[in-house]
């Protein structure tokens, strides 16, 4: 590999995009100019649960710019399915407080805002079920008078988790709102337990949380000229948007264009809610309508991520050998749900540890809530929480260190989950290592005070997929990359350096575009911390298949072999003979003039077994005796991230990983009333931590090649979030003793337990 | 071959695009909508040839919504030269008038109009030359001061010429108008011609042509928000306007992105007039900018097709065997020219015919006219004219059938042009056959007095170009053939066919894109015969691709051997078990779900020697003794285009030449006073043949697949009306007597020839 090689990749360099972002200037989906552009607006209901008797349209329709008011009986789309692309506006049955259950479209969005007003929606309230422990008794009401009719398959992107597991037993929980359970089992926990020096348990709870996105969700939908509909859309799944607006209307695929728009924030939550209604509302008006969502809507109406509650209970050897574990896992999915997030989070509850046995059992339960989306990793915080805590009592119990009791029992290559499925090479030790080893760790005991260290260590499992991508020379011997992926990541800054590694020319000469769904080589949606991975291994084969025609022509024309050719800053020539080289703006030249065919690489990646990422994390908290009041005053993420392609973009993940797991810990929990209704929908009441909230993050990197992995990088955009949380309450308990069970562990909650213990 | 495979080519289809074409909803370029689009206007110049002394905006920057006038001085483009693209504003001098001098850009088309009026351009008259016969005086004034200081290269896609020739003789031409020349020799043409049994010879002349497309010529410039401009324009050619636009911005490639729009009719006239202003002044406003021409500025300001004039004589044995020619070809090139018409008219100007010897001399004159852009077959038309009309004259000198004439003198595969280039092989006897045993040929000696059929026979080069494609599965087993071409003539529906054919799918199955630059597969201009020749080569080695893909990871489901495999109708099945296939849907549905690679063909197509296409003509017509006036009474065309890859696109193609070639025959000519006034810019005034204006036209199709051709088709769209003038000349002769020597064969001309005969 020569000098200039080397610098591709392994070198932080700022996102293709930082300099248009930080000045103002992308254009996300909302900024698009569109002439005769309508603008939409919902109505959302009041009722967590009802009945719809009427919807009078006739006052909004007369008010100033109101163009139309539709309602589900009238929006031209195909699917009888309860899913939210197919039922996107409450058909007979009102089923949470804020769903859609009409949309009016105006001239202007204040137009929309005030004809939504005037909307009347009469109801007959039906029971309602807002609290999970109330809708997992055999006595509650359902949830929803009908029965759910199709699953979307979108959610299973997120993870590859393995089979469908076992039943669960009968009865763990009787109540007629379980929706989905799944059991994975091996060996005989309870001999195990039974059987073990020392056992712990608790019984765990995080809240609903918004992704807080910082651009809510947005579609514009242009009927085009010949027929045919153009989506620009904040979305992460271009090509399955295409797809399921396309049997949604009745239309062939090529009648659906989906441009995926830069992303200002996503995190799993955007795909397909805003897109079916400006797509219907603009094939039945045949104008471009934008439904861009307000704040408010996007807080009550959208897919957040759903509570939980986990009982676990786990066991040890007198020697710190980990025997056991039970877990029950429950989730509240809300009233909507086209997806399983109970498997991914049983299949992560032994996190990246050895065990004897395991029994977990998991639980999908519907409730008179919104339904749930996708979040960073999502079930693993949940299942994080709850294991390393009760490892770090644990630990205590059989008066252990912490680390030591982790380190003896880590998973490696091949160890099974609990999913059955085996894990890929894991960078668990070197991670825990460089935590060990930080003086953070090693002098904790010298904190003053109310102040401790937690230790944690998450995982997740990266996901593979197929993907295409193309690669080509320019006129100007500039390289070109193209995809069809939403870039919600900066994914596409790594694909840059990946291409210009493998060609031998500077970064700055790569430009990577994404194409829509009409002409882009097809993608897959962005998520599961698979873009990188499965995309990138589409650029690396892209970019060699470039080399190699490169190396083809330029041979020819030096009358050489190309296996004795190499690339090197942006010259093609003999191995050790740089005077003899062709430039690449030669090469591009003669395919300008038609004397070389066009240099054109395609990749074809195949889906490729996942490497999964581990982060492990140490928080060191001050906690206010008086206040119950938790201040992080420094943290410290050690992740393995395979190859680093650009370390900078590596350390922002784990960076946003930290301060996300911090909103867990400290801050975030979506609160209904007893009647159901969001009573902290705005950021002025649901706090995220800002900038200025976050203390020095530092961030170790642990480069361990993933085999399969695009020049070795793995997928990390999740696994910097997972153990974070568990890393404060562990942190609180070494501080305070007092031992955090519910997230976000809030002045309140902690005062409380201090009070208590 | 299966019964479905033969399908796909060969029969007759509408072009893709005829629907939404006659529904009249196609976008073009002047239709796209943009949120705050300028408008611009030119300032025009009234003088021929003149001194710019000032101009004058200030009353135009007053006038309401006018927001910028931008004279040559301040047009933010790099260039020095004086090409229509670097300098598309007078400096200085101006040429011609109509020359653009100024743009005036404000908020509406009107505004910009009334603007441009208010513009004051003080000049100084300086000596025009408007004719061609006083410009190649020894003692005419110079049409330009100033030297042209570059050439473009776009003009050399049109032809591939051979070499650079040799000197002309001294003083052939003593002018200081005189721009380029060259001479093409073989032999000792005057000696042959000494030798000569029979000789003839004539001088012929041609005016100047407007292409009259439908859509005038029209650019729109935005500013993109990360900087950047997208150009969506009609033309010809996107990724030289990517390049050029590019350079004369300062700007790298790719912060240009052209979009070529639905062309409504080009013919060789459409590249880089309106681009280069639209886009200096939206990058200089910072607000999205369109120029589309009015009809009186694309009759004055574009380029047409020049003037020209021929001196032919020719000779033949006793027995009709042709021995030499001598030409003397002059074109006018107008003022500002970029390009070579001269050379193919003079590798032409030996037709389809072998020759002992010949002596080409070709020169292009500089006048105070517009610059002359290509039209169709550029050059070839009057080549034609002057020699199928020598022919017929020839051919009445030694008593011979005019068809047997030249069937006795045929050139074949391998005889060189006289660019000394060999033709490609050529189905020019087949063609000859079929009109000489067509009874409108057979019968003519029955017509009725002043009745007559005339006979000729045309050729065009045909081009080879360098060429990407990509040809894609979709989710629903139907395939995207994306290529960067503006789809000038219908090729994308060729393409359409050409990949059906492959893939084995029906036609319908498959949809054509085109890219924008900064995505699509590197295409060539269209032009020169050469869209579906080159890039259809490109198109029939993407689809092998994707079906080398589709059969592997068939075989791989079916457990076969991928050579066993065929697909038919849209399913992979095993050869001769139907029953055992697998879809391409099921196919298309596991690469959407990531079980499966994506399915991406590519194809790189090398530039091929070009396939020469051959179109000879009958044309019976009528003249009217008393006024001169000529009726095209029938029409027969039998051309040789290869495989004919939908027979009805090429009837249509077939059928335009004919109604261009009659145009040339009877109608065009775009005129200039004495002042250099053009007098007939406008359709009221110009006359182009209508669709009740042409006669019947019987379409023969001589399928001789070319070689290197993409399924064996040929580039056929120009050769269809190179000698249709000439057939209407030699048909007038036969009706009347009258020889006339000069197009377009007016009523007064041929009333005034018929009275001299």
Redesign the interface.
């Known amino acids: 590999m020569s000098a200039v090689e080397e610098q591709a990749i392994g070198v932080s360099r700022p996102r293709l995009?930082s300099?248009?972002k930080v000045r103002g200037?992308?254009?996300y989906a909302a900024?698009v100019?569109?002439?005769?552009l309508l603008h939409a607006r919902l109505v959302l209901a009041h009722d967590a649960h009802a009945r719809v008797l009427s919807i009078d349209r006739d006052e909004a329709l007369r008010a100033p710019g109101v163009i139309a008011v539709f309602t589900a009986d009238d929006l031209p789309l195909a699917g009888n399915g309860d899913s939210r692309a197919e039922a996107p506006l409450a058909r007979d049955e009102i089923l949470f407080a804020g769903q859609p259950v009409a949309l009016v479209v105006a001239e202007s969005e204040g137009a929309a805002e005030d004809g939504a007003e005037l909307v009347v929606v009469e109801t007959e309230s039906l029971p309602a079920v807002v609290d999970l422990g109330y809708a997992i008794k055999p006595d509650a009401p359902r949830a929803r008078m009908h029965e759910e009719t199709e699953e979307s398959?979108i959610g299973s992107?997120h993870a590859d988790v393995g089979g469908s597991g076992e039943e669960v037993p009968a009865n763990e929980i009787d109540s007629p709102n379980v929706a989905f359970s799944v059991r994975y089992r091996h060996g005989d926990a309870a001999a195990e337990l039974a059987a073990s020096a020392a056992v712990v348990a608790g019984r765990f709870r995080t809240p609903w949380i918004y992704q807080a996105y910082l651009e809510t969700q947005v579609a514009t939908a242009a009927p085009?000229?010949?027929?045919g509909l153009l989506v620009e859309t904040s979305t992460q799944a271009p090509?399955?948007t295409?797809?399921q607006l396309?049997g949604l209307l009745g239309q062939?695929?090529?009648r659906v264009r989906v441009m995926p728009m830069p992303l200002g924030g996503s995190f799993g939550g955007k795909w397909m809610l805003p897109d079916p209604l400006a797509a219907a509302a603009a094939v039945a008006l045949g104008r471009p309508v934008r439904l861009s969502l307000t704040r408010s809507e996007d807080f009550l109406a959208t897919n957040p991520n759903p509570a939980g509650e986990i009982e676990l209970r786990i066991g040890a050897t007198a020697t710190g050998e980990l025997t056991a574990l039970d877990a029950k896992i429950v989730f509240e999915r809300g009233a909507i749900h086209g997806w399983g997030i109970e498997a991914p989070a049983a299949a992560l509850i032994g996190g990246v540890y050895r065990w004897h046995a395991h029994d977990v059992r998991a639980y999908g339960i519907e409730t008179n809530r919104v339904g749930f989306g996708a979040y960073r990793a999502p079930g693993a915080p949940p299942a994080a929480f709850a294991l390393e805590s009760l490892l770090d009592e644990l630990a205590a119990h059989l008066r252990m260190d912490p680390a030591d009791l982790r380190a003896k029992n880590l998973a490696g290559e091949g160890d099974l989950r609990a999913d059955g499925k085996p894990w890929s090479a894991l960078g668990t030790a070197e991670c825990l290592e460089l935590l060990r080893d930080h003086p953070m760790w090693r002098e904790r005991a010298t904190l003053p005070e109310n102040e401790g260290v937690g230790l944690a260590l998450g995982i997740w499992f990266g996901a593979?997929?197929?993907?295409?991508a193309?690669c080509?020379l320019?006129?100007?011997g500039?390289i070109?990359v193209?995809t069809g992926i939403a870039d919600m990541t900066g994914a596409t800054s790594a694909f840059a350096a990946i291409a210009a590694q493998i060609l031998g020319v500077p970064v700055d000469r790569v430009?990577v575009?994404t194409?829509d769904t009409?002409?882009?080589?097809?993608s897959?949606m962005v998520g599961g911390s698979k873009t990188t991975f499965a995309v990138g291994r589409?650029v690396v084969a892209a970019a060699e298949d470039a080399k190699a025609?490169l190396l083809e022509l330029a041979a020819a024309e030096l009358e050489a072999d190309p296996a004795d050719l190499e690339i090197v800053d942006g010259v093609v020539q003999p191995r050790g003979a740089p005077s003899q080289g062709v430039e690449l703006v030669a090469l591009g030249q003669r395919?300008?003039?038609?004397?070389?065919?066009?240099?054109?690489g395609?990749g074809?990646?195949?889906?490729a077994p996942p490497s999964s990422s581990v982060a492990g994390h140490l928080a060191h908290i001050r906690v206010d005796p008086d206040t119950g009041n938790v201040e992080i005053v420094g943290w410290v993420i050690a992740q393995d991230v395979g190859t680093a392609i650009n370390p900078a973009l590596c350390e922002g993940q784990m960076r946003g990983g930290v301060a996300q797991a911090i909103g867990w810990a400290l801050h975030e929990e979506l609160i209904v009333d007893a009647d159901g209704q969001v009573v902290n929908g705005s950021f002025v009441s649901y706090l995220i931590p800002g900038a200025t909230d976050l203390p020095p993050i530092e961030t170790l990197l642990v480069e361990l090649p993933a085999p399969d992995g695009p020049l070795g990088a793995k997928g990390i955009g999740e696994a910097c979030v997972v153990a974070g949380p568990a890393a404060v309450a562990n942190a609180v308990a070494a501080a305070s003793g007092a031992r955090l069970r519910e997230l976000p562990m809030t002045p309140e909650r902690v005062w409380a337990e201090l009070a208590a213990t």
Chains 1, 2 share one sequence.
């Open positions: 995009d300099e248009e200037v992308t254009r900024d100019p569109h002439l005769d398959d992107e085009q000229p010949g027929g090509f399955q295409r797809s396309a062939p695929l090529d593979g997929d197929a993907a295409g193309g080509r320019e006129d100007d500039s070109t193209v430009r575009v194409a009409s002409t882009a080589p097809r897959p589409a025609q395919v300008a003039s038609g004397s070389l065919p066009p240099v054109d395609r074809r990646a195949s889906a």
